[in-house]
């Protein structure tokens, strides 16, 4: 059996990598967030511009 101290070291270790991890996954979706709203500026610049937005290309056609 694992003694008191090397459990309570490796539940540290776990609570501690799972923190990282949903801090990770916080930072991760912040940035696909402003990416999105990025993405949907450039359309409505493009659209009110009187031009297309291409969907595949992710570009403002001409």
Same mark, same amino acid.
Do not use: F, P
């Given at each position: &059996?694992?003694?008191?101290?090397? %459990?309570?070291?490796?539940?540290?270790? #776990?609570?501690? =990598?799972?923190? #990282? =991890?949903?801090?990770? &996954? $916080?930072?991760?979706?912040?940035? $696909?967030?402003? =990416?999105? &709203?990025? *993405?949907?500026? #450039?359309? +409505? /610049?493009?659209? +009110?511009?009187? %031009? =297309?937005?291409?969907? *595949? /290309? %992710?570009?403002? +056609?001409?």
């Amino acid at each position: &059996m694992l003694s008191l101290n090397v %459990r309570a070291v490796l539940v540290s270790v #776990a609570g501690a =990598a799972g923190g #990282a =991890a949903a801090i990770g &996954m $916080l930072v991760y979706a912040v940035c $696909l967030g402003n =990416a999105y &709203m990025l *993405e949907q500026v #450039a359309i +409505d /610049k493009c659209i +009110d511009s009187g %031009r =297309a937005w291409n969907h *595949e /290309k %992710r570009t403002c +056609d001409v």
